[in-house]
């Protein structure tokens, strides 16, 4: 008898800690929909107080982490959005968002190097998911690697032929970069 109330005590701790960080997560997203990055930052980090494995009332572990990283790197904190994108990569190498926003980071950095080992691994771990082969397509055809280029683009497209993601915009500019790598 003691153990089902120790066990039921534990439940309802557990759930009050979980609603907790899921009402933190909701009051910072809605402060990034608005753009309000640096109020956003203090509820991300109270949800992560409540929940150190940062599910943000989602199944994806370390999505608050992420969604840190972001706040932060829109706000201009490039080394906080950094150790936060770094972070939510540890808790689950399979989400493939903190590594996308961390190549753009380091894009916006100069730092192409970076970025394309980022979305090397992001291929790696998540072999369908268009916007690294997009990414990682643009990048080599800016130095000039037009082969590499052309097989991330057409692999984006192949893709894209199955998932329909892509936008129109997007899917114009990458059948017209492909052309001009045909002449």
């Known amino acids: 008898m003691k153990f089902i109330f120790l066990y039921l005590f534990l439940l309802v701790s557990l759930t009050a800690v979980g609603q907790k960080s899921i009402e933190h997560c909701e009051k910072a997203n809605d402060a990034v929909s608005r753009g309000e990055y640096h109020k956003a930052i203090p509820s991300y980090l109270k949800s992560i107080k409540h929940d150190h494995e940062g599910y943000c009332g989602t199944k994806v572990k370390g999505k608050a982490h992420g969604d840190l990283g972001y706040a932060y790197f829109r706000a201009g904190d490039s080394l906080n959005a950094l150790v936060y994108y770094n972070r939510a990569i540890q808790l689950n190498r399979h989400n493939p968002f903190p590594r996308v926003n961390k190549a753009a980071l380091f894009l916006m ?14 291929i790696r771990y998540n072999p369908t998911f268009i916007d690294g082969y997009v990414q990682r397509g643009f990048i080599h055809h800016s130095e000039k690697q037009y082969e590499k280029s052309k097989a991330d683009l057409q692999k984006a497209l192949s893709l894209d032929s199955t998932q329909h993601v892509l936008p129109a915009p997007l899917l114009t500019s990458i059948s017209k970069r492909l052309e001009q790598m045909e002449d």
Do not use: F, T, V
């Not at 950095?109 to 992001?122: H, M, V």
């Open 109 to 122: 950095q100069k730092n192409q190097r970076g970025a394309i080992r980022e979305l090397d691994e992001l």
